[in-house]
């Protein structure tokens, strides 16, 4: 049996008997695996414990939904291990990222995290290459030295407690390769969390990003990441992006609008 690392992997989840199986199945160097569920009607649950009982040293709790960001909190606060990694049921680990976790977790007692890039699965290309992929965002993260900042509402991310390094080899392999009705669905769903938190916080509408953010959003995309070294798969990937950034701006526009300006039907009745 391999040497487990000192390692918690947390994940939460949704109905997702369909990816997690594999998550699992790259998680086999940690010392304990923590999933918490906000209640799955599938098959998520036996899933996971089969895997608890061929000896996977697997949590498995319920929790009612926190929003994303309270619900990963959570997660992390029932962690045992010195360090601890987000994962997502639709995510694993690539085999440069699994060689490289031991000399992350040795660092230096001052690094309290480390940064990791995610390579997204492109329906007609697969997985994006090494060179392309998604900024590194902090995943890994001693225990007790970071937080989730419960005011996002979506793309929530760790609050380190200290300095955080980018591991520059290895990343993350997101596997969801959803159809473009279904991703502009996701889209529009996160948008809307997105223009709700910036609304919530007295953000002010910014009108320019209606016409700017979108295309530099693609130009981050398909130019500094490199999704134009995908073909047309990545130009579809990169053109969702902008969309998700259009539909953000448009919705905090109008909120802000519909606040000032109340919908009133003043047409003349004849």
Known sequence: MEEKLPLSAFIICLNEESYLGNCIEGLEQCAEIVIVDSG????????????IDKGWPIRFMYEPWR???????????????????????????????????????????????????????????????????????????????????????????????GKVGAARAGSLLHYRPLIIDEQILKENKY????????????????????????????CRLYLRNG??????????????GAVYAFLTAAKAYQRHALKAHPNVDDAPSR
């Not at 799955?40 to 895997?51: F, H, I, K, N």
């Not at 090494?130 to 929530?156: A, F, M, P, S, T």
Request: proline content about 9%; some cysteine; hydrophobic content about 35%.
């Open 40 to 51: 799955s009607e599938d098959g998520t649950a036996a899933l996971v414990q089969s895997y």
């Open 67 to 161: 929003g994303y960001a309270g619900q990963k909190q959570f997660a992390l606060e029932q962690c045992r291990e010195p360090w601890c990694f987000n994962i997502d049921a639709d995510e694993r680990f690539d085999q440069p990222l699994k060689a490289l976790l031991p000399s992350l977790l040795a660092a230096p007692d001052d690094v309290v995290g480390w940064k990791v890039a995610r390579r997204p699965y492109l329906i007609g290309y697969g997985y994006t290459p090494e060179k392309v992929h998604e900024r590194r965002n902090l995943r890994l993260i001693r225990n007790g030295r970071g937080r989730y900042d419960l005011g996002q509402k979506v793309h929530e991310g760790i609050i380190p407690d």
């Open 191 to 218: 948008s809307t969390l997105k223009a709700d938190q910036h609304f919530a916080e007295g953000r002010p509408p910014r009108p320019y990003k209606l016409l700017f953010g979108p295309p530099l959003y693609f």
């Open 227 to 240: 999704l134009w070294r995908c073909g047309f798969p990545g130009l579809i990937e990169a053109m969702t």
